[in-house]
T-cell receptor
Framework: GAVVSQHPSWVICKSGTSVKIECRSL??????MFWYRQFPKQSLMLMAT?????????EQGVEKDKFLINHASLTLSTLTVTSAHPEDSSFYIC??????????????FGEGSWLTVV | AQSVTQLGSHVSVSEGALVLLRCNYS??????LFWYVQYPNQGLQLLLK??????LVKGINGFEAEFKKSETSFHLTKPSAHMSDAAEYFC????????????FGTGTSLTVIP
């Protein structure tokens, strides 16, 4: 079946640095991808909708200058956490919609990326 | 707008007992409903989903859920709990129009007591 892959799965970075997380659709084209954030022991909250070839749409309260999203191709969206701080430590997960082929209208989630800012 | 309420952030059951995880939703359009499981330090795994058709949906690992429109519910059940079922369970709704954006409940942590 269709697979969405995230990389890296785990990342530790120093406070003040930037870190990039990739989300790839491995065997289908995804014009739209979604980025979620999950704090410990909490649910997933939608951060932004990533649209191929255009600007991402951010949810209210999400700093677009801090969480940069780039969807440069139909199979890749990236989330860059800029000037990371410890409070940015979280589990970030993406999803992508498979519009066509045998999978039809199905959303697939990546495995998630654990970010720890020290 | 869509929203999901999961009653009970923690549920404990004995091994072999019935598992019942509750989910109620709010949606202004016909909803698509999902249950996901998340094992410690892992991503989301789809258990089952309802889009259209039969309201009783069977998923993986012996789980099933029934869509009850009149009750705006989509409760998850499993007749007999197994130790390996211990995990975090999330109910989610998306609307049928876009089918893109998911709204998640706050999750229910299932503990299985041996």
């Amino acid at each position: 079946g269709a697979v969405v892959s995230q990389h890296p799965s785990w990342v530790i970075c120093k406070s003040g640095t930037s870190v990039k997380i990739e989300c790839r659709s491995l065997d289908f084209q995804a014009t739209t991808m979604f980025w979620y954030r999950q704090f410990p022991k909490q649910s997933l909250m939608l951060m932004a909708t990533s649209n191929e070839g255009s600007k991402a749409t951010y949810e209210q309260g999400v700093e677009k200058d801090k969480f940069l999203i780039n969807h440069a191709s139909l199979t890749l969206s990236t989330l860059t956490v800029t000037s990371a701080h410890p409070e940015d430590s979280s589990f970030y997960i993406c999803s992508a919609r498979d519009y066509g082929g045998g999978s039809g209208n199905t959303i697939y989630f990546g495995e998630g990326s654990w970010l720890t800012v020290v | 707008a869509q929203s999901v309420t999961q009653l009970g952030s923690h549920v404990s059951v004995s091994e072999g007992a019935l598992v019942l995880l509750r989910c109620n939703y709010s949606s202004s359009v016909p909803p698509y409903l999902f249950w996901y499981v998340q094992y410690p330090n892992q991503g989301l795994q789809l258990l089952l989903k309802y889009t259209t058709g039969a309201t009783l949906v069977k998923g993986i690992n012996g789980f099933e859920a029934e869509f009850k429109k009149s009750e705006t519910s989509f409760h998850l059940t499993k007749p007999s709990a197994h130790m390996s079922d211990a995990a975090e369970y999330f109910c989610a709704v998306s609307d049928g129009n876009t089918g893109n954006q998911f709204y998640f409940g706050t999750g229910t942590s299932l503990t299985v007591i041996p």
